[in-house]
């Protein structure tokens, strides 16, 4: 069965104290993984796309890497601005999308 | 470029009443995608329209129906609401089936 995990399930960061969320994936076929930032009440916004292990793309203070089992997406030195739910998704063959359950990121000045 | 428009961004509805919620993509996407989340299950797919045809759909009741019009512009129908169904209904576009997709901020549908 197709399966998206992300951990932890909340993280609380001083700010300027960069670190990593984990989506690690268990999917038929993938074609693609989804990186997006949700702030409370508002719609997932897109962050990055990934295709194949090894591929990795940078934006501002984020940068997502793949591998065959599990994506990073590394904050480094993040500033208040940065809390938000970060959600990880993948498309498998089936070409249903499906979201981990995200990771809560708190950065305090 | 204007994002994705979903409309109402709030309904209260009660129990047994149907409700239709309706999203306009960004132009020139072809593709629409609707999703329900909810605190406990996070987001789960729904279906998946492409040039006016559902291409995909989740594992949700037959009381969840679609469609999609030929300007692109989608609605989504649930009937006979309950409790259960109260949740934020997202829906998103990309340009061709399942690409990048971009969301709209959701309708918050409250069943009482």
């Known amino acids: 069965e197709d399966q998206v995990t992300q951990s932890p399930e909340a993280l609380r960061l001083q700010e300027g104290e960069s670190s990593s969320l984990n989506c690690s994936y268990t999917?038929?076929?993938?074609?693609?993984l989804f990186w997006y930032r949700q702030d409370p009440g508002k719609g997932p916004e897109f962050l990055f796309t990934l295709y194949s292990a090894g591929e990795e793309k940078e934006k501002e203070r984020l940068k997502a890497t793949l591998t065959k089992k599990e994506s990073f997406l590394h904050i480094t030195a993040p500033k208040p601005e940065d809390s938000a739910t970060y959600l990880c998704a993948v498309h498998p063959s089936t070409d249903k999308l499906i979201f981990g359950t995200g990771t809560r990121l708190q950065v305090f000045p | 470029k204007a994002g994705v428009t979903q409309t109402p961004r709030y309904l209260i509805k009660t129990r047994g009443q149907q409700v239709t919620l309706s999203c306009s993509p960004i132009s020139g996407h072809r593709s629409v995608s609707w999703y329900q989340q909810t605190p406990g299950q996070g987001l789960q797919f729904l279906f998946e329209y492409f040039s006016e045809t559902q291409r995909n759909k989740g594992n949700f009741p037959g009381r969840f129906s679609g469609r999609q019009f030929s300007n692109s512009r989608s609605e989504m129908n649930v009937s006979t609401l309950e409790l259960g169904d109260s949740a934020l209904y997202l829906c998103?576009?990309?340009?061709?089936?399942?690409?990048?997709?971009?969301f709209g901020q959701g309708t918050r549908l409250t069943v009482v």
């Open positions: 999917v038929s076929g993938l074609r693609g």
């Open positions: 998103a576009s990309s340009p061709d089936r399942i690409t990048e997709a971009f």
